[in-house]
């Protein structure tokens, strides 16, 4: 029976596991795994025993994939780590994503630099997807000031949705062996192009399971002579997206999270533009129940002042009970979580590492 | 010839908890070759998979850095000792 509420936390120390019961009233703190070095992705695989894997980005040694069956009370690192096929001349520099696959051991790893790996063995071996790791726009992409990444990928079929940073929006609707950029109505305000085929620097990109076709997506905003092309909708599989960034004091942010049992309900973190950080040192979190159409300020319990952090684009997320909570992570190591859809918001630690993600599942 | 390659301590459990390995090599070059042979675990710690030194990775024959000498063509005499060491980094 599920009774536990369990969060997995990246740091740039490496990884901690918190975990509380359903009633979320004290969540209790190990860790950091992973040899105190930074950790950008973490997976609480569920779809049989639980299992948490995390990406573990050793300076000096190499990328590791980390893996525990006893909900992170110890860890060890899976056989190997994704590795670009001999004479690619691509050298493997962090892993950003770890997702499910279709069955129980088959996991997805985005890369940077920008690739896609899949495992059919729960990670000990991984295989390149060269369908988007080649593709023809590939030596076309360039980094962002966080690396050229592969961070998003959202499964739903055969369909996969891919965000690159920067590259765009890639789907493929065919399991993965061919990939088409997506990024009709897609904005970049760094390209003499404000919309093109390719290359623009998606944050994050976000579906709900019930409301096919529909995607929700962070782009790279806050461009005064651009407006409107950092928070976006999708309602047809992500072939063409629209603005729905009236109302929010910027377009600018990394996270954006969909409500685990309401696809209308999401969550973004609006950032001023310039330096990334909370407008006025005042952080707040924006909900929209209408899909878009309109924003409520969520601040109630969060700093009213002085609060000049960032949330980087996996360090927001949702459990899944009843009445979910919400959870993020910050650049300055405080790891917040907001009860009753974010009306109020508690601080559950405030003086861990700076957070790169947070995951959350209950088991 | 036989030379020593001197394991730092956070990579001996790489090769099965040895301080030292030996491999046959007459540059610094066919040591990492070596190395990619019979000890892959290691190798894949020092280098990348394009073959290149890992950029926190310093490698010295005897106490002098091999980019002081001719890098990767360093060569190897009887008694030499290869060392892998972390270099100082991070934050």
């Known amino acids: 029976m599920a009774d536990r509420v369990v969060l997995c936390i990246g740091t740039k120390k490496g990884l901690f596991v918190a975990e509380a019961s359903k009633s979320r009233g004290r969540f209790s703190l190990r860790g950091p795994f992973g040899s105190g070095v930074a950790v950008y992705s973490a997976l609480i695989d569920t779809r049989k025993s639980p299992r948490i894997y995390a990406s573990s980005c050793n300076a000096w040694f190499g990328m590791k994939v980390l893996t525990s069956t006893d909900l992170g009370k110890k860890f060890k690192e899976t056989k190997s780590a994704p590795t670009f096929p001999e004479g690619d001349g691509r050298a493997l520099a962090n892993i950003w994503s770890l997702e499910p696959g279709s069955d129980s051991k088959d996991l997805w790893a985005g890369v940077e630099p920008a690739s896609l790996f899949r495992s059919e063995d729960g990670g000990n071996s991984w295989e390149m997807v060269a369908g988007i790791s080649n593709h023809k726009h590939s030596k076309d992409w360039h980094p962002g000031a966080g690396g050229l990444c592969l961070h998003t990928i959202v499964r739903d079929g055969d369909r996969i949705h891919l965000g690159i940073s920067t590259g765009g929006h890639y789907l493929s609707e065919d399991g993965g062996q061919t990939f088409n950029a997506a990024n009709n109505g897609v904005g970049a305000g760094f390209d003499p192009n404000p919309y093109p085929e390719f290359g623009q620097c998606v944050h994050k990109i976000a579906r709900h399971p019930d409301a096919p076709g529909r995607l929700y997506m962070q782009n790279h905003g806050g461009w005064p002579e651009r407006p409107g092309i950092g928070v976006l909708r999708s309602d047809d599989y992500g072939h063409t997206w629209q603005s729905i960034a009236d109302g929010l004091p910027s377009d600018f942010g990394f996270p954006i999270v969909v409500h685990p049992h309401d696809p209308d309900t999401i969550y973004v973190v609006p950032l001023e533009p310039m330096t990334r950080t909370c407008p006025e040192g005042k952080p707040a979190v924006w909900r929209s129940t209408t899909g878009g159409k309109k924003w409520k300020k969520l601040s109630k319990g969060l700093p009213k002042h002085g609060g000049y952090f960032t949330v980087l684009r996996d360090a927001m997320t949702t459990d899944t009970l009843t009445s979910p909570a919400i959870y993020f992570g910050t650049t300055t190591g405080q790891l917040w979580m907001g009860h009753d859809g974010g009306e109020e918001w508690s601080c559950l630690f405030d003086s861990l590492p700076p957070i790169n993600c947070v995951k959350a599942a209950v088991v | ?91």
Request: net charge negative.
């Open chain 2, 1 to 91: 010839m036989s030379v020593s390659v001197q394991i730092p301590y956070a990579l001996r459990s790489e090769c099965g908890g040895k301080s030292e390995v030996e491999v046959s090599a007459g540059s610094v070059r066919q040591a990492l070759t070596a190395l990619k042979d019979e000890q892959p675990k290691l190798y894949r710690n020092v280098c990348d998979e394009t073959g290149a030194v890992r950029k926190h990775i310093n490698l010295f024959v005897n106490e002098s850095l091999i980019h002081r000498n001719d890098g990767l063509e360093t060569k190897l005499g009887p008694g030499d000792l290869l060392f892998i060491m972390t270099a100082v980094s991070g934050g």
